[in-house]
């Protein structure tokens, strides 16, 4: 049967699909569109599931904020090659599906992947996306804040992505410049009583073990070493560390220049391993 350039470019626009992917979807369908759909569908998941032992370590990292800024997320949408991760159209898929998943205060990845999206999950919706663009699509994560003032940072490249919570409005670029210092300098907590105590006590470890091999008294390890713990929170800290723009004040130092009362609640940093 006769299929019309304009049914294929209804299918196209329905589903993402290539020109001749439609064209054949429509002709193996005879004509009828939602049949043609669904094998677009069937498509997807059959060339999801020959690609599931594949690794897909590139992608797009993105971070945004509700339009009242109390409400923000990162998330990545992840692909094998950088190539498609340029794309607009994956990039642009990546954002809706952040949009969406803000609108609707998503807590977790679950969540998000069980929301409906143009009357369908978005889990499946990314499955599909394998069939399409003919690589392995995954969805791997999704962290979200709420806080008086969320504040969002996108490396650019969209491979690295952080938000930060703050306990009252901030003025933009100084909320943005503690989002970059976390982009930065990667620090493990906000400060040093919110470390984890297994991480401090591994660093008194660490630091006990190489000074005692150093030849240092036994007597005077326990000391030598918080002396090395003391160092570990100046440097892994975020109120703690040195401000990237300017090293002669800390960010705790640089906040209280902004506002005396504003406290960082929490931060999220993400980064594809690339």
Excluded: W
Excluded at 22 to 48: M, P, Q, S, W
Excluded at 156 to 178: C, E
Excluded at 198 to 207: D, G, P, T
């Amino acid at each position: 049967m006769s299929i019309s350039t304009a049914d294929v470019v209804k299918l196209r626009k329905a589903t993402g699909a290539g020109m001749m992917d439609c064209k054949n979807a429509l002709t193996d369908a005879e004509g009828n569109f939602d049949r043609a759909v669904e094998i677009i569908r069937e498509k997807g998941k059959l060339v999801a599931s020959k690609r599931a032992d594949r690794e897909s370590s590139e992608g797009v990292v993105l971070a945004k904020v509700s339009e009242d800024k109390s409400f923000g997320a990162v998330l990545s949408l992840n692909c094998e090659t950088d190539f498609v991760a340029k794309n607009e159209n994956f990039i642009a898929l990546t954002e809706k599906i952040l949009n969406h998943a803000i609108a609707n205060k998503c807590a977790n990845l679950d969540e998000v992947r069980a929301l409906l999206m143009d009357g369908r999950t978005i889990g499946e919706q990314v499955l599909e996306q394998t069939g399409i663009i003919g690589e392995k699509i995954e969805l791997p994560f999704y962290a979200c804040i709420a806080a008086a003032n969320v504040v969002p940072y996108i490396h650019p490249g969209n491979k690295l992505a952080t938000l930060v919570g703050y306990s009252t409005v901030i003025d933009f670029q100084a909320g943005r410049d503690v989002a970059m210092q976390v982009a930065a300098m990667n620090p493990v907590a906000v400060d040093n009583s919110d470390v984890a105590p297994e991480i401090v006590e591994q660093e008194l470890k660490i630091a006990k073990e190489k000074f005692r091999l150093e030849g240092k008294p036994e007597n005077m390890l326990d000391k030598i070493a918080q002396g090395a713990l003391n160092k570990f929170f100046k440097d892994s800290t975020l109120l703690n560390q040195d401000f990237v723009k300017d090293n002669k004040m800390t960010i705790r130092q640089y906040l209280n220049g902004v506002n005396k009362d504003v406290k960082v609640t929490t931060f999220i940093r993400f980064t594809l391993n690339v």
